[in-house]
Structures are given as structure tokens and as C-alpha cells.
């Protein structure tokens, strides 16, 4: 059913976008920005949620349900920066009939360039490497120098293979992995003779196989902690473990203690389960390369997440479904 238009809505941005991102935001609707990079509180969230029809709010924000019972009957719309949104209670939004967008596509190559740097980082020891150059106790080349393993002629495993896994195993593919995968569903044959993909129906067994392990799945209830303790202990010493998805979709404890008791080679992550708090036990392995969660912080990126953004509230407030709308599958 049409929803009626809204002339120039009330926009609350919780985030600082990008400079054109805001300009045109303020040109199109009753815009308030956050002017500084830090996030806004929780009184200030329950403040905006009050006083606004469209909120755009990012993965730092926790938009639960009882954030949104507070919202009253004027928020009609959260316009989500971003592609992930298991920030946001979803079934508390529809009960409020309150419509959830997200800007899916935008992020993925970067994403996916991110993902192929870390299996690239790992195995070779980059991060290792760079430390040693940089703390002046680097004695110059020699055979057994910062040996590492080279990635032609491994087994990458894919779990989930949207867009994103995808992306991953074309990249991986032209530097000679074999691509094995698992996902709720199986690709077309067309799509896996492209990328040389093999789909594995039993997770489980697929852990066995595979030298590095990749996450390209969304948080939700039925991939938090997939790759749990009894998961990990499937994956063989020699494995390596890249984690650019989600940090919930992984026991960040157990990863830790198989790091730790050398039942895992190394492991590349760009995420972590209790952002920005950082287990301290991972600072102290040197086979494990971590970065701030910047698998999508290009520029280009950022503002195709902002016009994404704003194609969405433009399309709702003109009384048609937005584009990006979320829709039931994503519980």
C-alpha cells in the first residue's frame, strides 16, 4: 500500500558522511548533522528518534527495541548507513510500522579487496615483516628470513557467498586458490563454473578440507557464533582463519585459545565481537594481522553509502517503497 508523501522530512544523522553527502541532505530535507566523528549517546539517540521521520543512523548505533518503543508514531522511516543491520531490531520496527533500508552492493569490492589483502597479509607475514623493518633490528635478507607460505594451490573456504564471497573467490581464484564454499543455498551451475567454486551442503565437512577460511556472512540469529569452539577444533593447525564480515559471527575466545595453543596457523581480522575493545590477548600474537574495521572505508564508498542513503528517503518520501527496503529475509 502507497504511504502518503512527506514534503521535506525531519532527517536526523547520527554520524558525520561525507561533506557532498550532507550537503545534499540539507538541500533536500530538514537535515540535523553530527558535526564531530564520535557517535551520539543513548539520551541523545532517544532524543533524535523522537523529533525526526527519517533516522540514519550507522553500525555503531544499537537500535533496539526499546529504543524504538520510545520513538512514538512520528519516526517512519530508519534509513540505515550501511549494509549490515543486525544493529537494528527488526521485527520491533515492522510491529511499529516503521520501514528499514539499507545500501547493499556499494561496499562490496572494497570489501572484497580488504578480504583478499589479509589472505595475502597473513600467510606472507606482511604485518610481521613491516614491524621488523620498522623497529630498526632488521639484519638484511637471508634464506630463512620471514619465511612464510605462499597461497597458490590452497583450498579457500567461503562461508556465505553473496555478493561479497563472491567478489572474494574471483580475486582468489586468479591467485591459484581453489574456491570450495558453504551457504544456505547453492549457487547456479553457470556461477560456479565461472569462479571454479565448489559448494560443500555440510559446513562441518568443508572445515576439514580447506587451508584458509573466509566469512562473508550477516550477523543474525542463525550465524552468530557459526564458527563456534567445535568449529574451530574442525579447522586443521595449518589453516588460516579471515574474519571481514562480522566479529560475532565467530567465539572470539575460542579463536584466541586455538591461536594461542597453536591449533590454528595465523588469522586476519577486520572485525571483533565487543568493537572498539580488542581481546588483549590477540595484541600479543604476532600471526595475527588486525585492522580497524575498514574493510569499507574508501572514499568512493562512503559516498556511494551516502547516496544510497539518500535515494532511499527521497523514494519514501515521495510515497513509494524505497529501493533498499529490508525486507522479511534478513530475520
Not at 525526526?52 to 517512519?76: F, H, Q, W, Y
Request: aromatic content about 4%; glycine content about 10%; hydrophobic content about 45%.
Amino acid at each position: 500500500m502507497a504511504q502518503p508523501r512527506v514534503s521535506r522530512p525531519r532527517v536526523i544523522v547520527t554520524r558525520k558522511l561525507p561533506d557532498a553527502v550532507e550537503q545534499r541532505m540539507v538541500e533536500l530535507f530538514d537535515t540535523v548533522l553530527n558535526p564531530v566523528e564520535e557517535g551520539i549517546d543513548r539520551a541523545a539517540l532517544v532524543a533524535a528518534v523522537q523529533d525526526c521521520d527519517v533516522l540514519v543512523p550507522s553500525v555503531t548505533d544499537s537500535i533496539d527495541a526499546e529504543l524504538i518503543a520510545a520513538a512514538g508514531e512520528r519516526l517512519k522511516l530508519i534509513a540505515n548507513f550501511g549494509a549490515g543491520v543486525n544493529h537494528i531490531d527488526l521485527r520491533a520496527a515492522r510491529a511499529q510500522g516503521i520501514v528499514v533500508t539499507n545500501t547493499p552492493g556499494v561496499l562490496t569490492e572494497d570489501t572484497a579487496d580488504m578480504t583478499m589483502a589479509l589472505i595475502l597479509a597473513v600467510p606472507r607475514r606482511l604485518a610481521e615483516g613491516e614491524k621488523l623493518v620498522r623497529s630498526g633490528q632488521w639484519k638484511g635478507w637471508s634464506p630463512g628470513g620471514m619465511l612464510g607460505h605462499r597461497i597458490g594451490g590452497k583450498k579457500l573456504g567461503i562461508v556465505g557467498m553473496g555478493r561479497i564471497g563472491q567478489a572474494v573467490a574471483r580475486r582468489a581464484r586468479a591467485f591459484g586458490l581453489s574456491i570450495h564454499y558453504h551457504n544456505r543455498h547453492r549457487l547456479p551451475e553457470a556461477v560456479e563454473a565461472e569462479l571454479g567454486a565448489t559448494f560443500h551442503p555440510d559446513l562441518d565437512a568443508m572445515l576439514g578440507e580447506i587451508d584458509i577460511l573466509t566469512i562473508h556472512t550477516p550477523l543474525n540469529d542463525e550465524s552468530r557464533d557459526l564458527i563456534d569452539a567445535r568449529r574451530i577444533g574442525l579447522l586443521g593447525p595449518h589453516v588460516y582463519l579471515i574474519n571481514a564480515s562480522r566479529g560475532g559471527v565467530v567465539d572470539e575466545a575460542a579463536l584466541v585459545d586455538a591461536l594461542e595453543a597453536g591449533r590454528l596457523a595465523g588469522a586476519g581480522l577486520d572485525v571483533w565481537r565487543f568493537e572498539p575493545q580488542i581481546d588483549p590477548r590477540l595484541l600479543a600474537l604476532p600471526n595475527v594481522v588486525m585492522t580497524p574495521h575498514m574493510g569499507s572505508a574508501t572514499f568512493e564508498g562512503r559516498q556511494a553509502t551516502g547516496e544510497k542513503v539518500i535515494a532511499n528517503i527521497r523514494f519514501w518520501a515521495d510515497g513509494h517503497r524505497p529501493p533498499d527496503q529490508v525486507l522479511e529475509g534478513w530475520m
